[in-house]
C-alpha cells in the first residue's frame, strides 16, 4: 500500500505535472492604447497568454506647434496596457520595427528574473526576441526599455503599465482608464515650436519642459477628456514613466474613496493627493457623485499649470446641490467693524485720476498684467494650449476689442476660438478699477508683436461697464 503510494505520487511529479502546464489553454493578451484599458480577465484558471508588442520609433505631437521623435511600445505613449492573471504564464514576444535606428528591450517590473526581461528581450531594428515568464505576484507594474542610455529610451517615451489582476480579480466598477505622468526634456524652452531634439543635459539636471499624462499636452483635455456619467464608478491605473520626478497626483473636486499606494495590495481610504513614483503605479478608486469637469493634476502646481500636467474627467449628469452647490451669492465684502485699527475696506472705486500718456498707461497696465492677468495668459502672452487662450495675436481680441473689455468686466465662459484653437473654459470677472483695464488693455493691444493705434480710455471702459 505504501508502496503504491509512493509510486503513484512519483508519477504525478514527473508526468502529470509538466504536461499540466505544457497543456494551459493558450490566448492572446488583452491589450489597448491609452487611456483605455482591457476588460476584466474572466476565466478562473491560468493561461498561457501571448503578447506580441512592437517598438516604433516615430515623430508625434507634444504640444501645439512642437513634435518629438517618441520611441514607443507599441505606437502610444504611454505604450501598450497588458492585462494578465496571477499565475499566467506569459511569452512575450518583443519586436523592434525594421524602420527603426535603435536596438531596444523590456524589462517588465511584474517579471521575476534577470533584469525584468531585459537581457532576454534585447532585439535589433528588424529582428523579433521571445522570453517567457510567470507572472507570480499581482498588481498593477510599470514596464520601460531598460537599453543603455536607460535614461535617454525612457525619456523618450518607452514606458508602459501591465496589470496583473490577482486571482479573485479586482473589485467591479463602471469604469477603469489608464493615466501615466511623464516628462520631457527638449533642445528648445517650453513651447518652443517645432520638431525639438532630446536635451540631455536638462535631463540629467532634472530641468523638465514638459510634464505631461499620456503624453502630450492636451490628450486628456477639451476633447479628450475621460468621460464618465454621474454615479459611475472609476478606477485609474495611474503609472509613472517618471525618468525623473515623482508625481503628486490629484484629482481637483473628487477625494478617492480608494488608493492602493505604489498598487500594492493594502488598500488606504479617503486620501486628497498619492504620491506615484517613477518607476511606480497606484490604483485609485472614486464615485462620481456630481457632475462637473474633474481636472488631473501633478499637484506640484507649476507642472500642471505651465508645464502641461493637467487632464480632465468630464461628468455628466443631474446637479445635486445638497452635495455641491455652486455659487450661490456674489456681494461686496466689507469687514463687519470699523474700529480705528482696523479700517473698513471699501470696495475698489473708480475715482478720477490725472491722466495718463499712452506710454504711462501701457507701463501701468504691465504691472496689473502682471498681478492679474499673467497666471492665465503667461507672461508671453501665449497662454495655455487648450486651457488658457492667447492675447498675443489673438484674431478674437482684435475681432472686437470691446467685447474684450466686456469680458475682463465680466468674465467670459463657453466655447470660443481663438487663432482656429477651440477654448471652453471659465474666465472670472476682474475686479479692477476702470483705470487699471484701460491701462491692461493698451499693454495688451501693444505688447507681444500686437499693434493698435487708438488709446483706450478709462471713459471707454465705463461706458461699456455702464451697458
Ligand atoms: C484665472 C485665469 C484667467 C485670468 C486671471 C484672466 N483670464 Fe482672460 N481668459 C481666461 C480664459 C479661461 C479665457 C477663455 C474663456 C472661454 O473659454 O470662454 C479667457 C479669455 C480672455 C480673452 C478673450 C480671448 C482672447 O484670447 O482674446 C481676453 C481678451 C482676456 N481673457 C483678457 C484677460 C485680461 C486682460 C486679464 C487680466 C485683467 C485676464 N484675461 C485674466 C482666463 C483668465
Ligand atoms: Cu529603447
Known amino acids: 500500500m505504501k508502496h503504491k503510494l509512493c509510486i503513484g505520487s512519483l508519477y504525478f511529479l514527473a508526468v502529470l505535472l509538466p504536461l499540466q502546464s505544457a497543456e494551459l489553454p493558450v490566448e492572446k493578451a488583452k491589450m489597448t492604447s491609452p487611456p483605455h484599458v482591457p476588460p476584466a480577465i474572466e476565466r478562473n484558471h491560468p493561461a498561457k497568454v501571448i503578447v506580441d508588442m512592437e517598438v516604433v520609433e516615430k515623430v508625434m505631437r507634444l504640444a501645439d506647434g512642437v513634435d518629438y521623435m517618441f520611441w514607443t511600445f507599441g505606437g502610444t505613449v504611454p505604450g501598450t496596457f497588458i492585462r494578465v492573471r496571477e499565475g499566467d504564464q506569459v511569452e512575450f514576444n518583443l519586436h523592434n520595427h525594421p524602420d527603426n535606428k ?225 455659487k450661490i451669492l456674489d456681494s461686496q465684502y466689507k469687514t463687519m467693524v470699523n474700529t480705528p485699527d482696523k479700517p473698513l475696506l471699501l470696495p475698489k472705486t473708480n475715482t478720477p485720476q490725472k491722466e495718463l500718456t499712452m506710454d504711462e498707461s501701457i507701463k501701468a497696465g504691465k504691472v496689473t498684467y502682471q498681478a492679474t492677468c499673467m497666471a492665465c495668459h503667461q507672461a508671453n502672452g501665449l497662454g495655455i494650449p487648450g486651457v488658457f487662450p492667447p492675447l498675443a495675436k489673438s484674431d478674437f481680441l482684435f475681432e472686437d476689442i470691446d467685447r474684450a473689455i466686456g469680458i475682463v468686466i465680466h468674465g467670459k465662459q463657453g466655447p470660443i476660438k481663438v487663432n482656429g484653437k477651440d477654448y471652453n473654459q471659465v474666465m472670472t470677472p476682474q475686479n479692477i478699477t476702470n483705470e487699471e483695464i484701460s491701462n491692461v488693455m493698451n499693454f495688451i493691444l501693444n505688447s507681444w508683436g500686437n499693434e493698435h493705434p487708438g488709446k483706450i480710455d478709462p471713459a471707454k471702459v465705463k461706458q461699456i461697464r455702464a451697458k
Open 102 to 326: 535603435l536596438p531596444h528591450n523590456i524589462d517588465l517590473h511584474a517579471v521575476t528574473g534577470q533584469g525584468g526581461g531585459a537581457e532576454g528581450s534585447f532585439t535589433a531594428p528588424g529582428h523579433s526576441s521571445k522570453f517567457s515568464f510567470k507572472a507570480l505576484n499581482p498588481g498593477l507594474f510599470v514596464y520601460h526599455c531598460a537599453t543603455q542610455p536607460v535614461g535617454m529610451h525612457i525619456a523618450n517615451g518607452m514606458y508602459g503599465l501591465i496589470l496583473v489582476e490577482p486571482l479573485n480579480g479586482l473589485s467591479k466598477v463602471d469604469k477603469e482608464f489608464y493615466v501615466f505622468q511623464s516628462e520631457f526634456y527638449t533642445e528648445g524652452a517650453h513651447g518652443e515650436e517645432g520638431l525639438q531634439p532630446f536635451s540631455m543635459d536638462k535631463a540629467i539636471k532634472e530641468q523638465a519642459d514638459y510634464v505631461v499624462f499620456n503624453g502630450s499636452v492636451g490628450a486628456l483635455t477639451g476633447d479628450n477628456a475621460l468621460p464618465v456619467s454621474k454615479g459611475e464608478t472609476v478606477r485609474l491605473f495611474v503609472g509613472n514613466g517618471g525618468p525623473n520626478l515623482a508625481s503628486s497626483f490629484h484629482v481637483i473636486g473628487e477625494i478617492f474613496d480608494w488608493v492602493y499606494p505604489e498598487a500594492g495590495m493594502m488598500a488606504n481610504r479617503n486620501v486628497q493627493t498619492t504620491t506615484v513614483p517613477p518607476g511606480g503605479a497606484a490604483m485609485v478608486e472614486f464615485t462620481t457623485d456630481v457632475p462637473g469637469t474633474f481636472i488631473i493634476v501633478d499637484h506640484a502646481i507649476f507642472r500642471a499649470f505651465n508645464k502641461g500636467a493637467l487632464g480632465m474627467i468630464k461628468v455628466t449628469g443631474e446637479e445635486d446641490h445638497e452635495i455641491y452647490s455652486g
